[in-house]
Nanobody, 130 residues
Framework: QLHAVESGGGSVQPGGSLSLSCLVSGFTVLDYYAIGWFRQAPGKEREGVACISGNGRTAHYADSVSGRFTIAIDNDKNTVDLQMNSLQPEDTAVYYC??????????????????????WGQGTQVTVSS
């Protein structure tokens, strides 16, 4: 059974940086999976932030974070990390990690459709405020 457990997050001033980590377990070969970071702000729908194929070859970023956020796989630790730079108040949200089999789907399409993921972490709060 797939599991995703987030760590990191917290509070930071605008322009600051934070790093999130997602520990993934329960898979046989990670290459067959997509792993994504999503966020949900109060009163808003959950949105894809950054997603990556399990082999690390394909990544997709939301326009709002492209150039500021970086998603990467650490195969030694079985984690998928999200480095967030130049954070702004509009980045404030609960951030979730999710993982699921790709089954031929494109990473971008899965990232744009949170419902494609069935295994979710509990979420971690990121607050950007002065």
């Amino acid at each position: 059974q797939l599991h995703a457990v987030e760590s990191g997050g917290g509070s930071v001033q605008p322009g600051g940086s934070l790093s999130l980590s997602c520990l993934v377990s329960g898979f046989t070969v990670l290459d067959y999976y997509a792993i994504g970071w999503f966020r949900q702000a109060p009163g808003k729908e959950r949105e894809g932030v950054a997603c990556i194929s399990g082999n690390g070859r394909t990544a997709h970023y939301a326009d709002s974070v492209s150039g500021r956020f970086t998603i990467a796989i650490d195969n030694d630790k079985n984690t998928v990390d999200l480095q967030m730079n130049s954070l702004q108040p509009e980045d404030t949200a609960v951030y979730y990690c999710a993982v699921d089999l790709m089954l031929g789907a494109a990473v971008q399409d899965m990232c744009n459709t949170p419902g494609d993921f069935t295994s979710w972490g509990q979420g971690t709060q990121v607050t950007v405020s002065s």
